[in-house]
């Protein structure tokens, strides 16, 4: 059927119609307009739509008719109208009048009448409304809305047609095609599914279904409301993506569709298994080689959505078993009786691994390449690796009656280790048979199992030694044995003649517990260039033999050979421990063995020394005595302990590894510990720590301490560790004290001077501002000169909020300084110090006074002085040094010139002052002594002591003579006047006489002119 349905027929002519034309006979005539050819439309009859208010098949709608015609022609309606064919399909019975809506705002219209027959409809009007004076050409829209209509019931797109006439019936606009109006189908009636017959589909097919959907009236519906669900009878066989279900599980079903209320069901479907995708295999991890797989063993074949594969064919398509290491058999598995619901029980296949010990990767794999994860699997057991000498070379001869030394190379790579110590079993044809068990391991790890074979051999030259190794292995309580077997051809050699040398055995003491290197030296009747690794056994015993403790067991090679003597040394071993030997002296007895090619050096239990047995020293920290219990914030700390040693010598101390660990809050420090002489001696060690900084953060925090620290005891290559916590001792961090210099003084008796080389005290106040004691601390002195003093002072403590006076003795410098400054300073860890408000004072160093007394006469010559002459006489103290001086007191005294009266004159005498003494001689001739003497010497004002003075006193001896002197002159030439120059001549000669009677009138010439 045709979707479109084009019911307007094409105009040919136009029909005019007079004013009396009635409405029926318009219809009658638009009938046949619309069913004939159409000519060219008239006039604007555009933009044809055609709406419904319901466009479902069979349903009452209204409809709207919306278009646009010329405003002039709209104008030219009055009594004309509108004329709309319908397609075939439509029920018209029921129209009624309609509304009709336009742009124009000139002229209006009511709808007078509709009148219908068969597909037409015509809608006539009246005008209500003009206004002649509007003369536009403009377009305008028109909507005429007529109901009730019943839409066809068939769907699809529809088409009507339109025009517009006037009141004569002529056709002022159209006829119009409008655009397509889709008619729907209604609600669903009925479905039907598609495929609807049974079928079988493998895990991971698809398939698609298809739902034929039809309304009530047969018209097919395409809804997007369908719902496709397995049926709640149905296994979870897989699942649906729209109307495709894919299936994954083994399993039937069917398909359900749901449309609103409507449901239709599919076929049955029956899903198989799909393609075989994947191999898992069960197995226990833990297996004995040479024994079938232990526990539950089985492949389980899957598809690839996990399904079991119980349809694979084996006999076409067979499954192997492969290893990394080793054979597993049998291998292939190739009978279908043996897959039961999609496993195969490898337990019932008997399948053996041989091979060596491993820890390997297991596979299963088809033709087709489809191939198992690997499963490791362990495979434990014991392998013989190699059967060594003592020398740990190749096995190659061996003697037999001395023993021969074996050592049988063994190992377990797999996971489990067996039950109890394995054991081997060595042989020489011939000869018996000696057994040893070694302890049980596993994981690969390759144990050296040394054996002594002893007894006769059948051969002379050549033997076959047969070694087996026999391990027992328990699992799910059952024991499973494996037996390893290996053979080889040795050698027979003859014995060669050894001994020690005598002394050559060290150390000479031991500590129980401890490490040591053992040496030797062995003395061989020939000159071996070479001999292999010797097994070397070495024990001691008390005097009686009673008890036996090893050293060693084991085999060494040479340190050096020279001539016959073959030396051993660093032969590590460690000493049994205090439990099992006690101090004292014990004999050392020697087992040796070499074979080599000149033969076999053989010692059997031969006592070569003897060595001591130290006694046990312990070292323990003395509860308590850790120290300070608190330090300050933000300053160096250190600390000390006692650590008590036990014990009768002294122990050497490892400085580097000597260190104290410090912990506070979100804090870790550490440092070094300090022993006196590096050693620990008998009973009580101080040991200190050196500086540590505390931070700030760490106020109020409780410190905690660990240290660790190795000691050596004599003899002993190991070394002993010593360790503590403190038992929880901390110690607490507080506030560091404050101290303020609040003045500084220098002390002397004429301070601020002082004496070269004089001792002085500077006094320096210093207040505590702390709420607590503070102490002890340091103090220091520095200063720019060269005085000498103790730069640090002790301080004890100062208390809370007191001010302490602290003196520093200071030597004077030897040299005269214009001015030394001194400067006190707080020189502590553990004190904090505020700015000083005076923290410095200055030293003037002089050279000490150095007195000298001098003197002068005047109007004395030479000690003699006229009658009734007047004379004086000055004194003055010289200071020859650079310190001041007090005054000093005198007493003068002058004989006859008792002027002075009969006690002389005392009065003072100021040093670098002259004093003046005037005197008169008598009338007479007399002689006198006048005697000055200070009866106090000055002081020295640095040192307030008697300064030094060269004299105290002296006297002067005056003679007082009437003096008559008469000085007579008589001059001679002597010979010519002539002068040659530069020679030298005697002109006259000049005679004096005094004519005077005094004995003391001297006279004396001073000048000849």
């Known amino acids: 059927m045709n979707k479109y349905r084009f019911f307007l027929s094409l105009i040919v002519l136009l029909i005019a119609f007079s004013s009396s034309v009635v409405a029926s006979d318009i219809v009658k005539e638009f009938r046949t307009v619309f069913s004939s050819c159409p000519p060219d439309p008239v006039g604007t009859f555009d933009n044809f739509h055609v709406f419904a208010t319901d466009s479902i098949v069979g349903q009452t709608s209204g409809y709207t008719f919306s278009f646009v015609m010329a405003r002039a022609d709209f104008r030219k309606m009055n009594k004309g109208g509108f004329a709309f064919s319908f397609p075939e399909g439509y029920d018209l019975s029921a129209v009624t009048a309609g509304t009709l809506t336009h742009s124009s705002n000139v002229v209006d219209y009511r709808v007078k ?11 006539t009007l009246k005008r209500t409304a003009y206004d002649p004076s509007e003369q536009d050409d403009t377009t305008i829209s028109v909507s005429l809305y007529v109901e009730v209509l019943t839409n066809p019931t068939v769907t699809g797109d529809y088409m009507f047609g339109g025009l517009a006439f006037k009141r004569t019936g002529s056709i002022i606009a159209g006829p119009a095609i409008s655009k397509q109006l889709e008619i729907l189908p209604g609600p669903p009636a009925t479905i039907e599914v598609f495929p609807s017959n049974d079928f079988v589909l493998k895990a991971g097919e698809s398939v698609t279904f298809d739902a034929i959907i039809q309304d009530s009236y047969g018209n097919f519906v395409l809804s997007s409301d369908a719902v496709w669900i397995l049926d709640e009878s149905s296994d979870p066989i897989g699942y649906f993506s729209g109307a495709t279900l894919h299936v994954t599980t083994v399993g039937t079903g069917r398909a359900e569709v749901r449309i609103n209320d409507l449901i239709c069901l599919s076929g049955e479907i029956i899903v198989h298994p799909g393609n075989l995708s994947r191999i898992d295999m069960a197995l226990y991890p833990m297996q004995i080689v040479g024994h079938p797989l232990i526990s539950e063993a089985r492949l389980i074949l899957l598809d690839a959505y996990d399904n079991l594969k119980t349809d694979y064919d084996l006999v076409a398509n067979p499954i192997t078993l492969s290893t990394d290491i080793g054979n597993l058999t049998p291998a292939i598995i190739k009978d279908a009786a043996l897959l039961l619901n999609g496993s195969i029980n490898l337990n ?13 990767a297991i596979q299963a794999q088809t033709l087709d390449g489809i191939t198992s994860p690997s499963v490791t699997i362990s495979f434990s057991g014991y392998d013989i690796l190699e059967i060594l000498d003592a020398d740990s070379q190749p096995l190659q001869s061996v003697f037999p009656q001395a023993g021969a030394f074996i050592n049988v190379v063994v190992t377990n790579n797999g996971f489990l280790t067996p039950t109890i110590a394995p054991v081997i079993d060595v042989a020489l044809e011939g000869g018996p048979v000696v057994s040893t068990s070694f302890n049980p391991s596993a994981g690969g790890r390759v144990d050296t199992v040394a054996l002594v074979l002893t007894g006769p051999v059948t051969a002379t030259d050549h033997d076959l030694l047969t070694v087996t190794l ?10 499973y044995t494996t037996i390893n077997q290996t053979e080889q051809v040795v050698t027979v050699l003859e014995p ?17 517990g401890a490490q040591v290197a053992l040496e030797m030296e062995i003395v061989t009747s020939g000159h071996p260039e070479f001999v292999p690794n010797a097994w070397i056994r070495i024990a001691i015993t008390d005097d009686e033999g009673e008890t036996e403790s090893v050293l060693l067991d084991s085999f060494f090679g040479f340190h050096n050979i020279f001539g016959s003597i073959i030396s051993y040394e660093n032969l590590l071993t460690e000493v049994p421990s205090s439990d099992l030997i006690t101090t004292g002296w014990y004999d050392v007895v020697l087992d040796y063995a070499v074979l080599s090619e ?6 059997n239990h031969k006592v070569i020394d003897s060595v001591y047995v130290l006694p046990v020293v312990e070292v323990s920290y003395v509860e308590g005595s850790f120290g300070p219990g608190f330090v300050y914030a933000g300053r160096e700390a250190s600390f000390g302990f006692t650590i008590n040693l036990n014990g009768e010598y002294s122990v050497p101390v490892n400085p580097s590894g000597a260190v104290i660990e410090i912990r506070g809050n979100d804090f870790f420090a550490s440092t070094s510990l300090r022993f006196m002489d590096s050693q620990l001696n008998p009973g009580l060690n101080l040991v200190e720590t050196d500086s540590v900084f505390i931070p700030s953060d760490q106020q109020g925090v409780e410190l905690h301490f660990d240290i660790v620290f190795e000691f050596i005891i004599p003899s002993a290559i190991s070394v002993f560790d010593f360790s503590t916590d403190f038992n929880t001792e901390a110690v607490e961090v507080t506030a560091a004290p404050v101290v303020k210099i609040i003045d500084v003084e220098m002390l002397a008796p004429n301070a601020p001077w002082v004496n070269t080389g004089q001792g002085f005290q500077v006094r320096a106040l210093v207040a505590n501002l702390s709420g607590s004691v503070v102490g002890p601390f340091n103090m220091a002195l520095t200063s720019d000169g060269e005085s000498v003093f103790d730069s640090i002072l002790y301080v004890e403590s100062i208390n809370p909020d007191d001010t302490a006076e602290l003196f520093f003795d200071v030597v004077a410098s030897d040299q005269p300084t214009p001015a030394e400054v001194f400067t006190v300073d707080v020189e502590s860890v553990n004190v904090g110090a505020e700015n000083p408000i005076d923290d410095k004072t200055k030293a003037f160093i002089e050279a000490p006074a150095h007195l000298a007394l001098d003197y002068h006469l005047t109007g004395v010559v030479n000690g003699v002085i006229d009658t009734n002459q007047s004379f004086s006489l000055t004194v003055e103290l010289i200071n020859q040094g650079q310190a001041s001086t007090s005054v000093g007191e005198f007493l003068l005294s002058s004989g006859v010139f008792d002027f002075l009266g009969d006690g002389g004159l005392t009065d003072t005498i100021t040093v670098g002052q002259e004093i003046k003494f005037n005197f008169i001689s008598p009338s007479f001739d007399t002689s006198s002594e006048i005697t000055f003497q200070l009866i106090s010497i000055p002081t020295d004002l640095n040192s307030e002591e008697p300064a030094e003075i060269n004299s105290i006193s002296f006297s002067v001896e005056i003679t007082v003579a009437q003096i008559d002197a008469e000085l007579l002159a008589d001059a001679s030439i002597t010979g010519s006047n002539l002068v040659l120059p530069g020679r030298e001549k005697e002109l006259f000669c000049l005679t004096l006489s005094n ?3 005094s004995e003391y009138a001297a006279v004396s010439l001073d000048e000849i002119s």
Not at 348 to 360: M, N, Q
Not at 504 to 511: A, E, I, K, Q, T
């Open 496 to 512: 060669v003649e050894v001994s020690t040398v005598a002394g050559s055995f060290h150390p000479d003491s031991l500590y129980p």
């Open 995 to 997: 004519q005077g009677t």
């Open 470 to 479: 026999e391990a027992k292995f328990e699992i799910g309580g059952e024991t």
């Open 348 to 360: 019932t296949v008997g399948v053996v691994y041989d091979g060596p010990t491993a820890v390997t």
């Open 113 to 123: 009448s509709v009148e219908t027959s068969g597909s037409l409809i015509v809608v």
């Open 598 to 603: 000149e033969g076999a050096y053989i010692i």
